[in-house]
């Protein structure tokens, strides 16, 4: 007994032998410069901070008057079942069962669920961090509060959603129908995504494709719920119109901070703030 102990001890004693060493490639010479490169781009082709704001302004007045019917809306939402127009809207662009055509409405809708929409909000959040646009970042993420305010309708409104008795229903989901919580991210999202490339950037073809393609995917999301039988188009309006009153509310914070940042010529921001400013001020 006393040879398999000292045997024990001695293998627990013994030195063990060292683990080979593995040389990972250093990155950081191959990353930083495409960074750096990123960010002269995003300098060259940026406005100054303060045009950024006079832009904004102009783009929240022309959208604050779209913004209008919400209360009304949400009270007959509340006590009627249909909408005028409803079930026979519904019906007309569920006629249509191209294959084709209802792949796109499916892969549109798709992205608005969390699986898909939290890595994208992060990572367009991460891009416009690395190019130092550092208070866009946080206002990208900040659109994902749109879905305090949905979660609060539908609570207060709880209209139920389309049934197969009804309507062709390509998903079932147990949550209440109005407003459009699919619509309302997208209006915010990717209506925020549209507002700092039209405000921060010139006019040119990268800009513009970003720009359209957002605006389509806004358009696209209302029909997409209505033809997968998610929603009625009276909750995709509404999504739209709480959509637009939430973003409103964003894009205001937004311009609010932004003048603080970027102050009129002749006073310049806290040092505490500094890290926040954009490039493109030295105009």
Same mark, same amino acid.
């Given at each position: ?5 000292? #045997? ?58 779209? %913004? ?11 006590? +009627? ?32 669920? /969390?699986?898909? /929409?939290?890595? %994208? ?21 900040? +659109? ?5 305010? #949905? ?22 989901? #147990? ?16 209506? %925020? ?54 973003? +409103? ?15 009129? +010529? ?18």
């Amino acid at each position: 007994m006393s040879d398999k102990r000292d #045997n024990t001890r001695t293998a627990e004693t013994a030195p063990k032998p060292a683990l080979p060493q593995v040389n990972l490639p250093d990155i950081s010479a191959t990353v930083e410069p495409v960074v750096a490169e990123a960010q002269r781009v995003a300098a060259q082709t940026s406005v100054s901070g303060r045009k950024a704001v006079s832009r904004g302004t102009m783009f929240l007045a022309f959208y604050l008057w779209l %913004l209008s019917g919400a209360v009304i809306l949400s009270l007959i939402a509340r006590r +009627t079942q249909f909408f005028p127009g409803d079930l026979s809207i519904t019906a007309r662009l569920q006629k249509n069962r191209n294959p084709w055509l209802r792949g796109f409405f499916f892969t549109v809708s798709e992205i608005g669920f /969390a699986k898909f /929409a939290a890595p %994208l909000t992060l990572g367009i959040a991460g891009i416009f961090w690395a190019l130092r646009f550092r208070l866009e970042a946080l206002f990208i993420l900040l +659109t994902s509060t749109s879905t305090i305010l #949905n979660a609060l309708v539908k609570r207060i409104i709880k209209r139920p959603r389309p049934t197969q008795e009804l309507v062709a229903v390509a998903r079932v989901i #147990n949550e209440p129908s109005f407003p459009s919580g699919h619509v309302m991210h997208y209006t915010n999202f990717f209506g %925020l995504l549209i507002y700092l490339l039209a405000t921060n950037w010139r006019s040119g073809r990268l800009r513009n494709i970003l720009i359209a393609f957002c605006t389509a995917l806004i358009i696209c999301i209302g029909p997409s719920r209505v033809y997968l039988g998610a929603h009625w188009p009276s909750d995709v309006v509404a999504g739209y119109i709480y959509g637009g009153l939430w973003f +409103t509310w964003i894009i205001a914070v937004y311009l609010r901070i932004k003048a603080w940042l970027h102050p009129s +010529t002749g006073k310049t921001p806290p040092e505490a703030v500094k890290p926040l400013q954009q490039p493109g001020d030295e105009e």
